[in-house]
């Protein structure tokens, strides 16, 4: 299994800043891919941004050039740096994680995990 932990949302003004961190742990694995989701009240869920392990990014058109996507391989986390946020960025974020993870011999399984969620809102 391989879990993940949410930190960092919270209540900020428009045009103000948070950062989100995710902290995958669990068993021997390896994380092809991580991202962050997001899911606003009566609204599907929707990709923010991703990041694989040799670095290649993709943003969502509503966040690109306010939101920034990094990761620590070493310490398998993910961050979404968000600035000037929007009250329309509202939503509950979620971390994702797809990769393999090891079971035993020389077998490794695919693997996808999502973590709890964090509520970000954005309000004055």
């Known amino acids: 299994q391989v879990q993940l932990v949410e930190s960092g949302g919270g209540l900020v003004q428009p045009g103000g800043s948070l950062r989100l961190s995710c902290a995958a742990s669990g068993s021997t694995f390896s994380s092809n891919t991580m991202g962050w989701y997001r899911q606003a009240p009566g609204k599907q869920r929707e990709l923010v941004a991703d990041i694989t392990r040799d670095g290649s990014t993709r943003n969502a058109d509503s966040v690109k050039g306010r939101f920034s996507i990094s990761s620590d391989n070493a310490k398998n986390t993910v961050y979404l740096q968000m600035n000037s946020l929007k009250p329309e960025d509202t939503a509950i974020y979620y971390c994702?994680?797809?990769?393999?993870?090891?079971?035993?011999?020389?077998?490794?399984?695919?693997?996808?995990?999502w973590g709890p969620g964090t509520q970000v809102t954005v309000s004055s």
């Open positions: 994702n994680a797809e990769g393999t993870r090891y079971l035993s011999g020389s077998y490794w399984a695919p693997f996808g995990s």
